[in-house]
């Protein structure tokens, strides 16, 4: 099976500096790369996602980027705000048998 | 729209007890999930459903069942508690075709069994 692997698993940033979580997979079958957030006490929430006939994606500050190639993908955080602060999960899925593969998260502290 | 609805929130078993976890959702999808979360470990995936009357082994399937009672309605059950399945237990759904794969998640249930 597929094998997500996530870096770092804590990440402290000053409010205002950007924030970046890398991912590795193993799986060259994957094509669909989410990424989510969640709060403490709550369900993980998606925030953004993309797929493998696409490089890049964007949506205000947060971006994310994919390298087939080398089989990884990163999430990027631009302008930091304290309300980011939370844990970040990415995941990895090939389409079939309805099977995400989720890395182990990194818990990502603004500091204001 | 309420999305994914889970209860308990919060429940503490004996070893041996058996309980089950209910999941609801309002937004017609086709799939629900059943997820563990472990400190360190992320999200691993114990059974699915991709459409009603299938279900399906996740990762972690050992020591649960689930039914798939309807479409909206996806509940796990463990039969005999253990301390290793002391975890938060979130439900998932999603509408899974060609264009997105979303999943939805439910608020979670916090077990722990002692």
């Known amino acids: 099976g597929e094998n997500v692997e996530q870096h770092p698993s804590t990440l402290s940033v000053q409010e205002g500096d950007s924030a970046v979580i890398k991912c590795t997979y193993s799986?060259?079958?994957?094509?669909?790369f989410p990424w989510y957030k969640q709060e403490l006490g709550k369900g993980p929430q998606l925030i953004i996602d993309i797929r493998s006939n696409v490089g890049e994606k964007k949506d205000q500050r947060i971006a994310v980027t994919l390298n087939k190639t080398a089989k990884h993908f990163s999430l990027h955080i631009t302008e930091t705000q304290p309300e980011d602060s939370a844990v970040y999960f990415c995941?990895?899925?090939?389409?079939?048998?309805?099977?995400?593969?989720f890395g182990t998260g990194t818990s990502l502290t603004v500091i204001p | 729209n309420a999305g994914v609805t889970q209860t308990p929130k919060f429940q503490v078993l004996k070893t041996g007890q058996s309980m089950t976890l209910q999941c609801a959702q309002d937004m017609n999808h086709n799939s629900m999930y059943w997820y563990r979360q472990d400190p360190g470990m992320g999200l691993r995936l114990i059974y699915y459903?991709?459409?009603?009357?299938?279900?399906d082994k996740g990762e972690v399937p050992n020591g649960y069942n689930v039914s798939r009672l309807n479409k909206r309605e996806f509940s796990l059950r463990l039969e005999s508690a253990a301390p290793s399945q002391t975890s938060v237990y979130f439900c998932?759904?999603?509408?899974?075709?060609?264009?997105?794969?979303?999943?939805?998640f439910g608020p979670g249930t916090r077990l722990t069994v002692l």
């Open positions: 995941a990895a899925s090939n389409g079939a048998g309805n099977q995400f593969y």
């Open positions: 998932a759904s999603s509408n899974r075709d060609r264009l997105t794969d979303t999943q939805y």
């Open positions: 459903s991709a459409s009603e009357g299938t279900t």
């Open positions: 799986d060259s079958a994957s094509n669909y």
